[in-house]
């Protein structure tokens, strides 16, 4: 069964502490991308990533980072720069370069809650 | 860069008749633009998408116009049905020739159909 995996769908985060969101895909995309949604404010961009060891900032990358040291991987690390980090956390995934489909592909998405 | 508006951010309609979506967006290079539905709790799923050497496309209940000339698009659903109640998000992206999409995305409209 094709498709990305989030982990984990709920997470909890207290003061000062940095945590680390999974994302996974098997879809052999080749870009990855992490977005924040936030009620009333729609999708916003963090972080992307077009290809294996490479990867730019989105519009809200402040406190976050990322790696990409796999296809198949692209974690996002939520760290204690980031002062609100409350927010559900989407992944997401698209064909490269000469695909036809172009639509991307979501993770069933993180919810994190600073306690 | 790219900024999309989406309206209205709220949509209450009885069952069997149409909804309309309006977004427009600001770069006169985006190519791509795709329609999102997200149920409560649930993945943002593709449910149709247009480029921008097309004026509409349909797909069943569902169609998107484009027009390039005023950069705005809408969605359109006939015969609404209590399932089609969700958050739907429209999106632009100028990737469409390179494969890469980047994709911005507006804030939402909750669509509330009423049996």
């Known amino acids: 069964d094709g498709g990305i995996t989030q982990s984990p769908k709920y997470l909890f985060r207290k003061e000062g502490q940095n945590v680390t969101l999974s994302c996974e895909q098997n879809l052999n995309h080749d870009a990855m991308y992490w977005y924040r949604q936030d009620p009333g404010q729609g999708l916003r961009l963090i972080y992307y990533?077009?290809?294996?060891?490479?990867?730019q900032k989105g519009d809200i990358a402040e406190g976050y980072s990322v790696s990409r040291e796999k296809k198949e991987s692209f974690p996002l690390t939520v760290t204690s720069a980031q002062k609100n980090p409350t927010a559900f956390y989407l992944c997401a995934s698209s064909p490269g370069q000469g695909a036809k489909n172009y639509g991307y592909t979501f993770g069933s998405g993180t919810r994190l809650t600073v306690v | 860069g790219e900024n999309v508006e989406q309206h209205p951010s709220t949509l209450s309609v009885q069952e069997g008749d149409s909804a309309v979506i309006k977004c427009t967006y600001s770069?006169?290079?985006?190519?791509?633009f795709p329609w999102y539905k997200q149920e409560l709790g649930k993945r943002p799923q593709l449910i149709i998408d247009i480029r921008s050497n097309v004026g509409e496309k349909k797909d069943q209940r569902i169609a998107v116009t484009l027009n390039k000339t005023a950069k705005h698009f809408s969605l359109h659903i006939t015969e609404t049905q209590p399932e089609d109640s969700a958050v739907y998000f429209c999106a632009a992206s100028s990737g469409f020739r390179t494969g890469f999409q980047k994709l911005v995305f507006g804030t939402g409209t909750r669509l509330l159909v009423s049996p």
């Open positions: 770069d006169s290079a985006s190519n791509y």
């Open positions: 990533s077009q290809i294996v060891n490479d990867f």
